[in-house]
């Protein structure tokens, strides 16, 4: 029973109304980028819901950060459009763009400080889909709504999310069966 003692946050009880509002408000961010979407790119649009979950359940993180969320996607969109110019005739070919869209757009989030893990979905996403005007706009839309219910609830949304590491079995552990 011990295995199963940590199913549930501790947490919760106390601060369920946090735990309630900041889901609903990662519900209507997603629904006002589905609709700004209009269903055109479901990958965008999970990476974007990714980010709904990183800002509203850890606004605490570096990675929750207006210039994380903003300049990582902005970073994924880049290099997704970019790479959809190049030639995808066959699927080895069309795996390998994708690849490197997503390498592209990881090195230069981390070379620029905006690592958001999120944003290389949208570089897969606009590879994938093409860049299109409804995709950019779904995407700073997105972006600028999520960085922005953020920045102006930064100090009454609380971390969901264990700040430190949860304390690690020993393998044997894992295995053991009762």
């Not at 902005?74 to 869209?101: I, N, R």
């Not at 757009?105 to 860049?131: D, Q, S």
Request: with cysteine.
């Amino acid at each position: 029973m011990p295995r199963f003692g940590r199913a549930f946050d501790a947490r919760f009880g106390p601060h369920w109304p946090s735990y309630v509002l900041q889901s609903l408000l990662a519900s209507v961010s997603v629904f006002v980028v589905l609709v700004t979407l209009h269903r055109h790119n479901l990958a965008v649009a999970a990476s974007l819901a990714a980010t709904a979950f990183t800002v509203f359940a850890m606004p605490g993180s570096i990675t929750a950060s207006m210039r994380n969320v903003i300049g990582g996607h902005l970073v994924g969109l880049t290099f997704g459009a970019f790479f959809s110019f190049f030639p995808q005739e066959t699927p080895l070919a069309k795996d390998a763009v994708y690849a490197l869209a997503v390498g592209a757009a990881m090195f230069t989030m981390t070379l620029t400080n905006t690592e958001h893990p999120p944003a290389a979905g949208t570089a897969l996403g606009v590879v994938i889909a093409g860049c299109t005007i409804r995709i950019v706009l779904g995407v700073i839309v997105g972006i600028t709504l999520l960085a922005l219910i953020h920045r102006l609830l930064k100090p009454i949304l609380r971390d969901l999310v264990a700040v430190k590491p949860r304390d690690r079995l020993n393998l044997d552990d894992r295995f053991e069966r009762d």
